[in-house]
């Protein structure tokens, strides 16, 4: 049976990645729909004013039209069917988080492990608290500082960036940087959980007991919203980001991933802006830049050419290096316990297999030691210096 929980394994990853993205784009569709509603409402003719609509619209899709209507705080009486947007939510931290546990929890040593020798309980513990930890910052942040919405960007943008640099010193790259895009996801989940929807359930409690609703309940859940808006771009590149070795490996990966989430506030900003009529470049090409310094910042060096009169390793040199660190994972049939097929289908088992991927071992094992992932496998300097010296000195 042991050799076939690897195997279950991928699927159980396969088909819960499918749910995470299904799940998300149908709470990030809704998301992005809202908010452009917001940006698109226009003055509501006098009768319908009189009703307390703030803003309408009308639109047009699928051969029919639409016109939707937003009150000031309720509608006069509440409606017999009223659609609450949470599950969307819900389900994908959910699927999220057992992602988490399947891909690196279900194997904290291999997965997550770092530079300090930590045990796989306590990498997990560490994992499970950032989560808390930035729910719980962001929270404090917000009530003390949500009418300076300035002041608290910046306090939080440095609270993440510390954060950030902190999980890089103990979790390997891949796992800090899956670990700061779940600590944005838990955010933007307990803003829904926490805060937007027991907000609407008091405003509808009210009206059931005829009351008026609190007008507070309406702008923090709206507060919490925009915040959700302008943090889903930076969550969903550094999700992404976390399968290019070239951002996990990255030497100062708080700095990476703080650069990458600001060129996604400002892509964001821009629609946000576009939506309300005002189209101002200068925050997308901003964000442009940003990627495109982060991209020249991480460009790979060419390997230098072997001194003159130094020894050039031949493939006999470097062949135990890869058998022993990369071709335990990188196989038709992987020995590296949790794994049942090779990553990304990169194979490391025969000369032309390793010849043919010398750049990414170069850029991988290298420049950015993102290989062996966790460095499980103890590569040295010196061995990575010698496979550096046999790429350099023409791969013979």
């Given amino acids: 049976m042991d050799f076939l929980w690897p195997y279950l394994l991928d699927w ?47 639109a047009v899709h699928g051969g029919g039209f639409y016109n939707p209507q937003k009150y000031l705080v309720a509608p006069p009486e509440l409606p017999r069917e009223l659609h609450w947007f949470k599950w969307e939510a819900y389900v994908t931290w959910l699927s999220g988080f057992a992602l988490l546990a399947i891909v690196y929890y279900a194997n904290a040593q291999a ?10 309980a ?73 805060v937007i929807i027991p907000g609407q359930r008091r405003m509808v409690a009210a009206m059931q007991a005829g009351a008026a609703p609190d007008p507070r309940d309406g702008l923090r859940g709206k507060q919490r919203s925009v915040h959700n808006n302008y943090l889903t771009l930076p969550v969903l590149f550094i999700m992404i980001s976390n399968h290019f070795a070239m951002i996990t490996g990255a030497r100062h990966l708080w700095l990476v991933l703080g650069a990458i989430s600001l060129a996604g506030v400002a892509i964001r900003h821009f629609f946000n802006l576009r ?96 290989m062996p992932i966790g460095n499980l496998t103890q590569m040295t300097d010196a061995e990575r210096a010698r496979l550096a010296a046999w790429i350099s000195g023409g791969m013979k």
């Fill in 111 to 120: 997965m997550m492990a770092g530079a300090v020798p930590v045990g796989s």
């Fill in 275 to 370: 939506h309300k009529g005002r189209t101002d470049w200068r925050w997308p090409l901003a964000g442009a830049a940003i990627l495109l310094a982060v991209a020249v910042a991480l460009a790979p060096r060419p390997p230098a050419p072997a001194a003159a009169g130094s020894a050039v390793p031949v493939f006999a040199d470097i062949a135990p290096i890869v058998a022993t660190h990369c071709a335990t994972c990188h196989a038709d049939r992987p020995t590296q316990p949790g794994f049942a097929s090779a990553p990304a289908g990169v194979l490391l088992q025969t000369p032309e297999h390793i010849r043919a991927q010398a750049p990414k071992i170069w850029q991988q094992s290298i420049q950015t030691h993102a």
């Fill in 122 to 194: 306590a990498l997990v513990a560490i994992g499970l608290a950032s989560l808390v930890v930035a729910w719980v910052v962001y929270d404090l942040l917000c009530k003390a500082l949500g009418d300076r919405p300035a002041v608290f960007g910046a306090l939080f943008f440095v609270f993440m960036l510390a954060a950030t640099a902190l999980l890089e010193q103990v979790l390997g790259g891949r796992a800090a940087t899956i670990h700061v895009g779940a600590m944005i996801g838990t955010i933007m989940v307990a803003n829904v959980a926490m």
């Fill in 12 to 58: 159980l990853n396969f088909l819960v990645r499918w749910l995470h993205l299904i799940t998300g784009i149908a709470w990030i569709g809704a998301s992005f729909y809202f908010v452009w509603l917001d940006n698109h409402l226009r003055e509501p003719p006098p009768e319908l004013k009189a009703r307390g609509v703030a803003g309408h619209l009308w």
